[in-house]
């Protein structure tokens, strides 16, 4: 089992800048890929950066060049660094960790807004 505390949203300008930041506990951080989700009302939650155990990631195209995504397996934190933000960045975010293990593993933060607006 693990637990996921997402912190750092808030209301920021177009343009500016905002650093997530989510905390895990209760397993082997260092055994899971870890991503961030975001989601709009009426829209489905979509993969936004994802880290997996050794380092690499992804982006998905709306955000490459923009925001970074990170990971301290001694502090068992993943962040996500956004710069440049636009209106459209605007969502709910989400953690995620993910491993599979005969079965899948797959466990969601409570999220935090991001608001991006003048």
């Known amino acids: 089992q693990v637990q996921l505390v997402e912190s750092g949203g808030g209301l920021v300008q177009p343009g500016g800048s905002l650093r997530l930041s989510c905390a895990a506990s209760g397993s082997i951080f260092s055994n899971y890929a870890m991503a961030w989700y975001r989601q709009t009302p009426g829209k489905q939650r979509e993969l936004v950066a994802g880290i997996n155990r050794y380092g690499s990631t992804n982006y998905a195209d709306s955000v490459k060049g923009r925001f970074t995504i990170s990971r301290d397996n001694a502090k068992n934190t993943v962040d996500l660094q956004m710069s440049s933000l636009k209106t459209e960045d605007t969502a709910v975010y989400y953690c995620?960790?993910?491993?599979?293990?005969?079965?899948?593993?797959?466990?969601w933060g409570q999220g935090t807004q991001v608001t991006v607006s003048s």
């Open positions: 995620n960790a993910r491993r599979f293990d005969i079965r899948l593993y797959e466990y």
